[in-house]
């Protein structure tokens, strides 16, 4: 059975394009896609300094579009992945009743790294060490599913 996995973000422009990025690049057969929880950048393409940060560690992401998360997301997906607490809440709020999907934290894969949230690049501008930390949690996931 092929596993379904949506990253989930605020913006979807930093954040989880990078995870979808970086999922789908190292993790065989597996499905992926992103979503923000905002509607705030639908359709645009992920946030240039992202891109070129992606790139520098050879994650070609110029294909995403950003879309925003929804209730069917539920229904679509195996495993949904958010990058810190305010995506965790604004996610459950639109859990169906009854739908037990799994909803986690990205950094629960990364315990060594001590991270409860993957940090917003937009604001901070660490926009590699985001990569870092999601390659990181990217291993710990790939193997969770073996
Ligand atoms: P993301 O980052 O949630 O990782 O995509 C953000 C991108 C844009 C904005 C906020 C966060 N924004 O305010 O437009």
């Known amino acids: ?5 949506l990253f989930v973000c605020l913006g979807n422009i930093c954040r989880s394009p990078a995870a979808e ?5 190292r993790i065989p057969g597996i499905e992926t896609d992103s979503a923000g929880t905002s509607d705030w950048h639908v359709g645009d393409p992920p946030y240039g300094p992202m891109q070129a940060a992606a790139q520098g560690r050879g994650y070609d992401i110029s ?5 925003q ?8 997906f195996d495993l949904i992945l958010g990058m810190d607490a305010d995506n965790i809440s604004a996610i459950e709020a639109l859990r169906p009743p009854g739908n037990a999907t799994p909803v986690r934290r990205l950094t629960d894969y990364a315990p060594a ?10 604001y901070t501008r660490d926009f590699d060490g985001v990569l870092g930390l999601i390659e990181t949690a990217t291993q710990g996931l790939a193997a969770s599913l073996r």
Do not use: C, K, N, W
């Open 1 to 5: 059975m092929t596993t379904r996995i």
């Open 63 to 67: 294909d995403l579009r950003a879309r």
């Open 21 to 25: 990025g970086v999922a789908r690049a």
């Open 113 to 122: 790294a001590g991270m409860d949230h993957v940090p917003d690049p937009y």
């Open 69 to 76: 998360f929804s209730t069917e997301d539920f229904t679509r």
